[in-house]
């Protein structure tokens, strides 16, 4: 396989991209399609919209504290030791989620099974293995990679609406346990490496070392030599402390929006299945501008990016404001446009940006913590949504909060400054 991509003058790194690509296709649209599957359940248990909604917070609730574990095992061990176990623990959770007859339940299979599973296949695993594979073009590869949570959504929720009301969501959880295991388990076994060293190659392709790679090394991490951040250095960076902000913020945000607008929708008179399709285009729209904010940002920095991209989601939040008074249907459309321009700046500059500030030995266990501040960040976001609707029986408030976190979380990654890369020398 080497040989022939070498020969046709392929960079093995793209392939990796691509796996992570289809891998966070998974992770997100999973995640995304709880969306419709929250509307299938409240219909068929009688469950408050804040109880419910607390089902995805328990998910990332899980993944805040598998995160820095599932990251700090990656540098210990390799990702394929880590992700294809997880894969499995994955396909476990929904099946059992076709199972479940009470709230409880779904906290257990969905919160905690599947939360756990889906962390292998995140971007938690793969910002450190593209780290490893990008230097000059870090935001392109990480824009195409993580466009596939976009993709995801698109796919898995229109197909999740559409799945159950032919079959039921019992069946549909139990389809997706199966796709996950036929397709993630195989492509990672056969073809994930951890860095290009261990094929006879360097970052971006440019160059070949002359040496043949030790065939042991492939899944045991890097020690660059003469830089290097510890993680006592990490916790008293003010710069990590910013990153992990906006990075929080951002997602706080973005569950709102992403837990709550299938419903939101179709309180506002739209079909089930049209509600569905306008979730999945603004993934698919997302997917294009993480490529795009991806490869920007590698011209004209990551702070400027982000800036950009949260205007477009302020704007699309700023759209169903305006739905909630008017009822005009163009505001639906404005959403999609805008809202999901905005989505797609945030995993790339979340990957380019911690990359960039400290890619390093410990990098896994590092980005892990980030993530975990993320968790905790879309927790609070899907649940706090739940709860304002319960309280004022409107979406209103919650809207205006994912606007002042999409604002703040600027302030953040400007301070958090990834132009700014000086990792800390260590004897």
């Known amino acids: ?10 960079y093995y790194g793209w392939v990796i ?8 296709g998974f992770w997100f649209g999973i995640r995304a399609t709880f969306s419709v599957f929250y509307v299938a359940l409240l219909e068929e248990f009688s469950w408050g919209r ?16 598998m995160a820095p574990f599932i990251g700090g095992l990656i540098d210990r061990y390799g990702p394929r030791r880590i992700i294809l176990p997880g894969i499995v623990i994955l396909s476990l959770g929904l099946a059992l989620c076709a199972s479940v007859n009470s709230l409880a339940q779904f906290y257990l299979f969905y919160g905690v099974v599947v939360g756990a599973g889906v962390t292998s296949i995140s971007i938690v695993s793969y910002t450190p293995i593209l780290a490893h594979w990008f230097e000059k073009k870090r935001g392109l590869a990480s824009g195409i990679a993580v466009s596939g949570s976009g993709l995801g959504t698109f796919l898995l929720v229109p197909f999740s609406q559409y799945f159950i009301i032919q079959w039921g969501w019992r069946s549909t959880f139990l389809a997706w ?5 036929i397709i993630l388990f195989p492509v990672t076994l056969l073809f994930l490496r951890y860095r290009p060293q261990d094929m006879g190659l360097l970052p971006d ?16 991490a890097p020690s660059p030599p003469g830089r290097e951040w510890t993680l006592r250095h990490v916790i008293k960076s003010g710069r990590f402390w910013c990153l992990v902000a906006f990075t929080a913020l951002s997602l706080v945000g973005v569950y709102i929006i992403f837990v709550h607008s299938v419903r939101f929708l179709v309180d506002m008179g739209v079909d089930k299945m049209k509600a569905a399709y306008i979730l999945a285009l603004v993934g698919i729209i997302s997917s294009l501008f993480r490529i795009f904010w991806g490869g ?8 400027i990016t982000f800036t950009m991209g949260m205007f477009c989601a302020c704007m699309g939040v700023l759209s169903l404001i305006l739905l909630i008074h008017t009822m005009e249907p163009w505001c639906v459309y404005v959403f999609m446009g805008f809202f999901g321009a905005g989505w797609g700046a945030t995993a790339p500059m979340f990957m380019a940006a911690a990359t960039d500030i400290f890619k390093g030995r410990i990098f896994g266990l590092i980005y892990g913590i980030v993530e975990a501040g993320i968790g905790i960040a879309g927790a609070f976001g899907s649940w706090i949504g739940g709860f304002v609707y319960d309280r004022t ?12 976190a999409f604002a703040l979380a600027c302030f953040f990654m400007w ?10 020398k260590t004897p």
């Open 1 to 10: 396989m080497n040989s022939v991509l070498q020969s046709r003058r392929i």
């Open 17 to 24: 991209v691509g796996i992570g690509l289809l891998s966070m």
């Open 50 to 65: 804040g109880e419910s909604a607390g089902v995805q917070s328990a998910a990332l609730i899980t993944y805040t504290f």
């Open 177 to 181: 346990g199966v796709l996950v295991f």
């Open 205 to 220: 392709g440019l160059q070949k070392p002359l040496q043949k790679p030790d065939v042991q090394s492939e899944e045991r």
């Open 296 to 303: 920007i940002s590698d011209r004209i920095g990551r702070e």
């Open 393 to 404: 029986q409107s979406y209103q408030w919650a809207f205006v909060i994912a606007f002042a």
């Open 415 to 424: 301070f958090a400054a990834p132009r700014k890369s000086n990792p800390i």
